[in-house]
């Protein structure tokens, strides 16, 4: 886990998020986010990502792995989310 940044609002009510968590998270622009209100005050802002895009996310420096990984790591990938999947 990636520790807390501070991140300042602008005039227009936007945030920047920083390039690491960004980029731990798998976003790029255009990403949808879902921004939710908790009763107790806390803001969360989750990635909205359907089943294919958890996939290639899942796979995420695979190609930096070397060729002769990747089998395994998409195997693994794969097996991964067939867990998430049985687990909602």
């Known amino acids: 886990m990636l520790p807390s940044q501070v991140v300042t609002l602008s005039t227009k009510g936007q945030l920047v998020l920083p390039r690491s968590i ?4 798998g976003l790029h622009p255009g990403s949808t986010l879902t921004v939710t209100l908790e009763p107790d005050g806390t ?19 695979v190609a930096s792995a ?4 990747v089998d395994a ?5 794969v097996e991964s ?3 998430a999947t049985r687990q909602r």
């Open 43 to 61: 803001i969360t802002v989750r990635p909205v990502r359907g089943k294919l895009e958890a996939f290639f996310h899942s796979l995420d420096g």
């Open 73 to 77: 790591s998409v195997l693994e990938a």
């Open 66 to 69: 070397g060729p002769l990984d």
């Open 22 to 25: 960004r980029t731990s998270a």
């Open 81 to 83: 989310l067939d867990y």
